[in-house]
């Protein structure tokens, strides 16, 4: 780009719509959402239930975003976003006719969590492989801040929810959920973005024997999304650290609301008044992000200290007194957004638009399968010893993964997270 050319505009018309859309199924989720895990609580009394419940909705994140990722390179992604809006939006409805017809079975009610998880991996996979192609050159970083402070905004339904849940029960909530989607589905039609990748991988295609079956070329193109993770040492080692740190998020989402709700009457209330200081410095954040550009050399630094700060304050604050727990969430809050953004306004300007969707189903199998390992780890040690304690030791852990894996492979990551984009 000419440096005397004006900047290119962020907000253009596909992004303006792809950002309004993720605000309403953002706000719908979390009205739901947390409702959906009272629920579950005040019905089984039990943590170990509550991490099957949650485990449930976490299992097909571990295959399917391989699966999806692989397809996705050769297919419209922009398809299959509105389409998988859509099928939510009706399965939101349908469940809160048979919630509010007074007819709930725990193994159902898992069972359609599980179909929502596989419905968010495929989404997730798509969204984040074609979100990219809508953000104009230069702007990856603003454009990301934006996308993390409306997940942010988002979450202030979360104390709405609890208001809501105690006052008009799961179903309302639901079929709200349901309208979100369908109103998100119908935006994201209208988004006139051109796949240009899809071509490339036709031709590729046709150079390629035409004897191989669809079956065998996504299978090749699930090893070929790994053999490229594993060339590129630096993007490597960035899916192997979040993977640990996704052992700590899984432990920290089966372990923390269960605490809280013990340790306090009505505690999902004091647990909502901490988490919303992480969700405050979240947006903060956020909006520092929006207006000011870290410096490319800084980038690396910056995020090697904002995950060892995050492993310690998550790792010690529910050993502190409330107003330390909130301090020391809002630190975690803007540590967190800026760790969101520098990773994937990173990662997502440095792999090709063509193997997008093969990285990021490798990446979030790798997160999936450490939430996974979090969730049902934390649900099998929590019979045993505090769940405080299983905290801190897991985000030891996660520090340790950090020095080594992103300080020890600086040589390899800080070109990654320091290149200008």
Not at 42 to 66: E, N
């Amino acid at each position: 780009m000419n440096q005397n050319s004006a900047p290119a505009p962020l907000w253009t018309r596909d992004f303006t719509i792809i950002t309004a859309g993720s605000a309403v199924s953002m706000f719908g989720n979390a009205l739901s959402g947390f409702a959906m895990s009272l629920l579950v609580l005040d019905i089984s009394g039990s943590t170990l239930l509550y991490a099957i419940y949650i485990a449930m909705y976490t299992v097909p994140q571990l295959i399917l975003p391989i699966i999806s990722g692989a397809i996705l390179d050769r297919f419209s992604r922009k398809k299959m976003i509105y389409t998988l809006d859509f099928i939510s939006a009706g399965l939101y409805f349908v469940c809160a006719v048979l919630i509010a017809a007074g007819w709930f079975s725990f193994t159902v009610f898992a069972f359609g969590v599980f179909v929502l998880g596989c419905i968010q991996s495929t989404y997730m996979v798509a969204y984040d492989s074609f979100y990219p192609l809508l953000i104009s050159e230069g702007n990856y970083q603003k454009a990301y801040s934006v996308a993390s402070v409306l997940e942010t905004v988002s979450a202030v339904m979360v104390p709405v929810s609890a208001f809501l849940y105690r006052r008009t029960g799961l179903a309302p909530l639901l079929a709200v959920n349901g309208v979100c989607f369908l109103l998100a589905a119908l935006m994201e039609t209208q988004i006139g973005a051109d796949e240009e990748y899809i071509r490339k991988q036709q031709a590729a295609a046709e150079a390629e024997d035409v004897s191989v079956s669809t079956p065998r070329r996504v299978l090749l193109d699930i090893k070929e999304g790994f053999a490229y993770l594993r060339a590129e040492r630096g993007l490597l080692a960035v899916a192997i650290y979040f993977g640990f740190s996704a052992i700590c998020g899984g432990v920290s989402t089966v372990l923390v609301l269960p605490w809280f709700r013990a340790n306090w009457t009505n505690g999902e209330y004091f647990y909502i008044l901490v988490q919303g200081m992480a969700l405050v410095g979240r947006g903060i954040g956020g909006l520092l992000h929006y207006r000011f550009k870290i410096p490319s050399k800084y980038r690396w630094g910056t995020a090697l200290f904002v995950y060892l700060m995050i492993s310690v304050f998550e790792g010690i604050y529910l050993f502190t007194p409330l107003p330390v727990m909130m301090v020391l969430c809002f630190c975690v809050g803007i540590g967190g957004i800026t760790s969101y953004t520098i990773r994937i306004s990173a990662t997502q300007s440095y792999v090709p638009d063509e193997r997008k969707g093969r990285f990021n189903g490798a990446f979030n199998m790798l997160s999936t399968a450490g939430a996974l390992i979090g969730e049902v780890a934390a649900g099998t040690l929590s019979q045993f010893f505090p769940g405080r304690l299983v905290l801190l030791t897991v985000m030891m852990i996660s520090a340790a993964a950090a020095l080594i894996l992103i300080g020890g492979g600086k040589k390899y990551v800080a070109p990654i997270y320091n290149r200008s984009r």
